[in-house]
């Protein structure tokens, strides 16, 4: 199975590594992997928060995860795969049951508590602090 990271231009940085992937993949059951041919970090910041997506037909996952946390990262990936071995449909736009949700949580929350403490901590974000050349504004009055 290949790993393919996608280059990417500017910040943020993906949340998941290659290894980070290697290493959940040999963590869960055969059965849930064996129609993977590859995986894919895509660089898109279209997603708000991680997200993956399963092809069965090209046997292709793709991962989604510039934003967020790891660990929305290691559980968007783990409820895809756990989605697929259950059975759940997982085509795109398809809203999930609440009964779906939590059978899809129930399974992989093992995994979750396993692999999480393995993943890198959330790189801190830079904060930019005006400096003194910025005048101030006051909004009380009105007058900009």
């Known amino acids: 199975m290949k790993i393919h990271t996608d280059k990417i231009d500017g910040p943020p940085s993906h949340l ?16 849930w992997i064996e129609s993977i041919t590859e995986v894919r970090l895509s660089n898109s910041l279209n997603m708000c928060s991680p997200w993956a997506f399963l092809s069965r037909y090209d046997g292709s996952l793709t991962i989604y995860s510039r934003r967020g946390t790891p660990e929305q990262a290691l559980i968007a990936v ?16 398809h809203r999930r049951s609440k009964a779906e949700v939590n059978r899809i949580r129930l399974l992989i929350q093992p995994y979750v508590d396993a692999l999480l403490p393995e993943l890198p901590p959330p790189q801190r974000r830079l904060v930019s602090v005006p400096n003194s050349s910025f005048r101030p504004v006051n909004l009380n009055n009105g007058n900009f």
């Open 78 to 93: 783990l409820s895809e795969l756990g989605a697929h071995n259950l059975g759940i449909n997982t085509r795109n736009r």
């Open 16 to 31: 998941l590594r290659a290894t980070d992937i290697k290493r959940m993949l040999d963590a869960i059951p055969r059965q």
